[in-house]
């Protein structure tokens, strides 16, 4: 049998001792999804725990920085900093629509109109709307939810 000649930079992948179906990587995967969930659960868990005591220590220790609360507290090596910082959104106020009027800026005011799906299904549970008018009104939208779940087997 002639020899196999090397090309430069060829890469050789191993033999591989044995193979290892998908099912059991997949398998193993889930199981591994499963565990890491968990421990999310828990470590949000513990971080939940802890958070009060940095909160009321930041309450009564913190330092105003531009509005944000800060403690810098000098650990070995480290700074520990906790801070609460501000943020800041605007928020129409219910009365802008009535200002924007008197300023004759109606420009940006629009009706919108509505359907209050509260009184809609107050109005099919008194049979005054049908169920063919809501097949009409309504799209159905489907929508997966990923889970993974590791159950023992029941051998009998």
């Not at 968990?38 to 802890?50: F, G, T, W």
């Not at 799906?117 to 549970?125: A, F, G, P, Q």
């Amino acid at each position: 049998m002639p020899e196999k000649k090397k090309v430069k930079n060829e890469v050789v992948a191993p033999e591989p001792m044995e193979t290892i179906s998908m099912e059991t990587v997949i398998a193993q995967k889930g199981i591994e999804h499963v565990q890491l969930k968990q421990q999310v659960k828990e470590l949000n868990a513990r971080i939940n725990a802890i958070r009060p005591s940095l909160e009321d220590y930041l309450k009564e220790n913190g330092s105003d920085v531009k509005g944000s609360i800060v403690s810098v507290i000098p650990y070995a090596d480290k700074d520990v900093i906790l801070k609460n910082t501000l943020r800041v959104s605007k928020v129409l106020k219910p009365e802008a629509i009535d200002i924007l009027k008197e300023l004759k800026l109606t420009d940006c005011i629009e009706t919108v109109e509505v359907i209050r799906e509260d009184v809609l299904e107050r109005m099919w549970e008194n049979k005054l709307v049908t169920d063919e008018d809501v097949a009409k009104i309504y799209a159905t939208a489907d929508s997966f939810a990923f889970s993974v779940a590791v159950k023992p087997r029941h051998h009998e």
